[in-house]
């Protein structure tokens, strides 16, 4: 029967990025009681997730950045030789079954993945893209709470946000009390997980002198700045660097 299964074989090199996107979640999240629009013990969730992804997956990703029910993954080394499905099936079930784990839930949670191939130079233009998704995601979503909150349903939400510009729904936020420019910059912008490396003391027993020692430490960043600017680009390429 091996010659029966359905394999292509497509293999990738590094370094990649790969990106999960959580698979029917509105249907997953409305069955809990979180806050709307951002829940931050699901925001915490997702963290764990890819603290998870960087420790405990066997994959090593350099870093994820995450936003609403999204993860993306900078890899420089690759198992598997590289193959595609074997990368995102693996990566896809290790993030649904952490999810799963953390957040106690009993329904099942799954993730599509995909893969894109990317030299280092574009991983700041790649992360822009996906900040920018952040930010329309952060004024869509406390747009349609404003309005439900104003005793209008999901389909009336919809129907009356259809086709109105960003600078309208700034407008309906503000007159509703509600400065999106001033809103925590990680529903804004999005949260990193990525190695840090920090100095610690010791002592050598031999010598008996003082030492020091370099470990990395897991850093959950929740005040990003922006990608698209010089600033956010340097933090970029620092980190896929792995300083």
């Known amino acids: ?50 603290s998870l992804l960087l420790t405990e997956s066997g994959l090593s990703p350099l870093f994820a950045y995450t936003f609403s029910d999204e993860i993306s993954l900078y890899l420089d080394e690759l198992p598997f030789e590289g193959r595609v499905e074997k990368l ?39 992360l822009t893209w996906r900040q920018k ?22 389909v009336e939400v919809q129907r009356r946000l259809n086709g109105i510009g960003s600078r309208q ?26 190695h840090t490396h920090i100095t610690k003391p010791g002592f050598n027993p031999i010598t008996k002198e003082k030492t020091e020692a370099i470990r990395r430490k897991l850093h959950v960043d929740r005040d990003l700045p922006l990608f698209s600017s010089e600033e956010g680009r340097i933090f970029v390429d620092r980190i896929c660097s792995g300083l």
Not at 101 to 126: H, L, W
Not at 137 to 145: A, I, L, M, R
Not at 169 to 192: S, Y
């Open 1 to 50: 029967m091996k010659e029966r299964e359905i394999y292509t074989g497509i293999k990738t090199l590094a370094p990649v990025i790969i990106r999960l996107d959580g698979r029917s979640f509105h249907q997953f999240l409305g069955q809990l009681s979180l806050k709307r629009p951002f829940d931050e013990d699901f925001s915490q969730a997702m963290v764990q997730v890819c």
């Open 88 to 126: 995102t099936s693996v990566i896809a079930s290790f993030a649904a079954s952490a999810l799963t784990i953390v957040m106690k839930v009993s329904s099942p949670i799954s993730f599509d993945a995909r893969i894109i191939p990317v030299e280092q130079e574009m991983v700041a233009t790649y």
């Open 133 to 154: 998704e952040a930010w329309r995601n952060h004024v869509n979503g406390y747009s349609q709470t404003i309005l439900m909150q104003d005793g209008l349903d999901r």
């Open 169 to 194: 729904l700034h407008e309906i936020c503000f007159q509703h009390g509600v400065n999106l420019a001033h809103t925590p910059a990680w529903e804004r912008r999005g949260i990193m997980v990525y």
